[in-house]
């Protein structure tokens, strides 16, 4: 979908974001994945601690975004009016935070500020093939015309996931119309996760993820942000996480333990989701969930590598063994996603 290009926009920096770096300055400046096969949705915790990790498990991170810098949006990869970030999230940022916090690669979602616009990320991916796999964002026009462009991202332009945001769909609409239904089942033919993301909580979308789940079970489903499930507080919440954890009995669906800021009550090391983690763990297995950090929403937070160092503290909580923080910290989306990050 091509956007209107904005005009330069000064950099914006925080001095926050700077002490996040030991070099601030530097601020300045098609393949089908083979999927692991799960066993029955309730796999044991100690299941997943006597299953041996893949070899040479590395630190990935399930999730996180990237955009133009300001000067990068001025030239050639424009900013969704409107959307234009307060943060900066240029690759060459990332790639250093990922250096100083041992992360070897991740999965890159879309950012709504670029939404359908997916040159950006596209050159990223083909620059740095080996470190990251992409996420595409689903469009859900009525006319159908996200189906296409599905194909051609995953074909053309080499992404191998797919996000649908259920609050891009028409108004009224469910990712469980005909559009939806197509897409999700074209990611299935396509053999790429679809991540859900519930920002508005788990309970609004429940049904239709379900719905989905049972009639496309070979299309392998990702929730983002442990589903926005925070540690329950009330009976809302607690309804919540019990549909979350019985969103296990499909073999189909992994949880990402990711964007720890967003879904704890308590400041780093958010050692509130220890009780949600060891739950998690012990519903679907260690090998069907994933840390991702959210950046570059997690630099102001934590740092990107407090929250790699929140997770395994977490972890440690919980108590996690050491085999299911492996799981975690990189092997299962290395499972996913086979021959990437070798």
Request: charged share 20%; proline share 8%; with cysteine.
């Amino acid at each position: 979908m091509a956007v209107t290009a904005t005009k330069l926009l000064k950099p914006l920096i925080p001095a926050s974001v700077l002490s996040r770096c030991s070099n601030p300055a530097s601020l300045l400046f098609n393949h089908k994945p083979s999927f692991i096969s799960s066993a029955a949705a309730k796999m044991a915790t100690s299941e997943a601690d006597t299953k041996p990790t893949p070899s040479k498990v590395k630190i990935i991170d399930s999730h996180l975004h990237v955009w133009a810098s300001p000067e990068e949006a001025a030239d050639k990869f424009p900013y969704f009016p409107g959307q234009e970030p307060t943060l900066p999230g240029h690759v060459d940022f990332l790639l250093q935070c990922m250096e100083e916090a041992g992360v070897d690669g991740a999965l890159i979602v879309q950012p709504i500020n670029h939404k359908f616009d997916h040159s950006l990320v596209t050159s990223v991916l083909k620059k740095y093939p080996s470190k990251f796999v992409g996420c595409c964002l689903a469009n859900p026009a009525e006319d159908g015309i996200g189906i296409k462009q599905l194909e051609q991202l995953i074909l053309k332009d080499g992404f191998r996931a797919v996000r649908f945001n259920p609050y891009l769909w028409p108004s009224g609409q469910q990712m469980t119309n005909e559009v939806g239904k197509a897409m999700f089942s074209k990611a299935g033919e396509l053999g790429v996760p679809v991540g859900f993301m519930c920002m508005k909580g788990l309970n609004l979308h429940i049904s239709e993820i379900e719905e989905l789940c049972t009639e496309f079970p070979s299309t392998t489903v990702l929730l983002d942000h442990l589903a926005f499930c925070k540690p329950p507080s009330n009976d809302e919440e607690s309804l919540a996480f019990s549909n979350l954890l019985k969103l296990s009995r499909f073999p189909q669906v992994y949880v990402k333990f990711s964007a720890l800021f967003r879904v704890s009550r308590m400041p780093f090391p958010y050692q509130d989701l220890s009780s949600p983690l060891s739950q998690v763990v012990s519903s679907f297995g260690a090998n069907r969930v994933m840390w991702g950090s959210d950046f570059p929403y997690v630099v102001p937070e934590c740092g990107y590598k407090g929250g790699r160092e929140a997770a395994s503290l977490i972890a440690n909580e919980a108590p996690l063994s050491p085999s299911e923080l492996e799981w975690i910290m990189g092997g299962t989306i290395m499972q996913l996603f086979q021959d990437q990050w070798l």
